[in-house]
């Protein structure tokens, strides 16, 4: 019987035990390429132009997902699939160090290791203006951020196959969907079995920049997280022990695929080669049991596990009786107008914090503009902005707030003090005893009640809970990188030293993901 989602979360635990008797050496000549290599597969160039999104970035991350298809003229092209593969997870920055090329990728991953990929799954598109009338085919590919092209995997129409899979009416309409997958040993060479956690992480931080692109371009696009998995691995060509789906991101939409359009979901297999990640190759057991205990085995089911949940949010805590302090965000016509684009190339991972404050406008900004909600098929359409998880704050460097530990109340739009203090050595043993958190000017964690979600939405509730917190997060890093003042970072925690730190207010919570923020050195 596989490991469910629970029992995989307690035993990928960090403890200051568990990291001081679990750290090993690297053994840096088995490091996995961070990119997939098909060895006999035909190419198609992407645009020749990328359509740099215009549109600030505070303002992408803040509008909700156009109730439209694609009101920008209708125009779903080759230049929009560029657009959105490179701002998600194309090459945006190159530094040499030490005589070495480093390349970095739009959105922020765990150890730089890249293990998440996209697929782009669509209908006949148009050109565009700028690509001398060449268009996309339908079909089946896979984005390559090196070249910028996408790799042909199938040819032909298949987008009845997602449709089929997820029983999701946003998928069945849409012209265009982009699957993420996890290549498991190309993170797990670094972190081992915390792999199935940082395949959320990292999908999630790389969809905060799919979605804010797609609406930045005036395109409907939102998260899928129920299909049947099955049939969606087959279609991509990957076998789940080493590369398994994630999520389906629908964009845009009145192309409906037709009955008679709708390849069954009993499609030929393909096994393309592809070159190997490293020389040894190794396969987690704990990875594979963790992912099997949360699929679904049709649409049918998909769709039953999607509308089956109750409305509302699940596990979340009540506010309590702490002072409140409202936000003071910028509005919308004074707050930064870094565009978009610019944002994405400029976003690193701060790796050194002045203790210097910033100001509690810029933090209540950029909580306003990211903390709004996930467009994501799981959510119910009267939740709140956040349904699974609950941000609490440790503010130790900020202008107009006193220092102390929060809890953040999106939908009120309020912080809600719970212990006044200075709490830098603490912020920094949260986080496995790293500077970079005692030295940030806010720690944000996100907190789940983990047995209330998988108790509600099945073991496939477990990924639900980490994307809410990834994604969120995702926007809080496109929000601090839209000022030029600010820097931030994602951390890792002991997990059980967070939770007891922010009991009792998050009894019976566990922190899903951590981002700080400050002033960079």
Known sequence: MPVGALEYHDR??????????????????????????????????????????????????????????????????????????????????????????????????????YHVDLYVVCGDLEGGETNGGTDLPAGVYHFDPRTLSLDVLRDGDYRGVLASASGHAGVADAPLSIATTS???????????RTFRHAFWDSGTTLANLLAVAHALEHRAEVVTGFADRP????????????????????????????????SADIDPIDPDTAPLSPNEKESPLLREAWVAG????????????????????????????????????????????????????????????????????????????????????????????????????VNGVEGLEAGTYR?????????????GEFRDEAGHLALDQRLAADA?????????????????????????????????????LGTYAHRDLGGTGLTFYDDVVSDFFTPEAAGQTPMFLYTMGRPA
């Open 12 to 113: 990928t635990k960090h403890s200051p035990r568990s990291v001081r008797e679990g750290s090993h050496g690297l053994n840096f000549d088995n490091k996995p390429t961070p990119y997939k290599e098909y060895t006999d597969l035909s190419v198609r160039p992407l645009a020749e132009r990328i359509r740099p999104p215009q549109q600030p970035a505070l303002a992408a991350i803040a509008e909700p997902t156009p109730d439209g298809g694609s009101t920008r003229d209708g125009r779903l092209d080759l230049e929009t699939v560029t657009t959105l593969c490179y701002y998600a997870a194309g090459v945006t920055t190159e530094i040499t160090r030490r005589g070495r090329s480093l390349l970095f990728r739009a959105a922020a991953t765990t150890g730089a290791l």
């Open 183 to 193: 290549t498991w040993w190309r993170n797990a060479w670094k972190y081992g079995d």
């Open 232 to 263: 969606v691995a087959d279609l991509l060509g990957v076998e789940p022990a080493r590369e398994a789906p994630l999520e389906i991101v629908p964009i845009g939409a009145g192309d409906p695929v037709s009955e008679s359009d709708t390849v």
């Open 295 to 394: 699929t679904l085995e049709s649409g049918t089911e998909a769709d039953a596990w999607r509308s089956g949940r109750p409305a509302g949010p699940i596990g979340t805590r009540d506010p309590g009786d702490g002072e409140r302090i409202a936000l003071d965000p910028v509005d919308p016509v004074t707050a930064s107008s870094r565009p978009l684009h610019r944002t994405i190339r400029r976003r690193g991972s701060c790796r050194e914090y002045e203790r210097d404050s910033i100001s509690v406008r810029k933090l209540s900004t950029v909580l306003d503009r990211a903390v709004r909600g996930v467009p994501m098929d799981v959510r119910s359409d009267d939740a709140p902005p956040l349904s699974f998880v609950d941000p609490y704050l440790v």
């Open 408 to 420: 953040y109340h999106p939908a009120a739009g309020e912080f809600e003090r719970l212990r006044a």
């Open 441 to 477: 000017a806010v720690c944000v964690y996100f907190l789940a009640d983990l047995e209330a979600v998988v108790d509600t939405l099945g073991d496939r509730g477990y990924p639900v809970a980490q994307l809410e917190a990834a994604l969120t997060a995702g926007r809080l890093y």
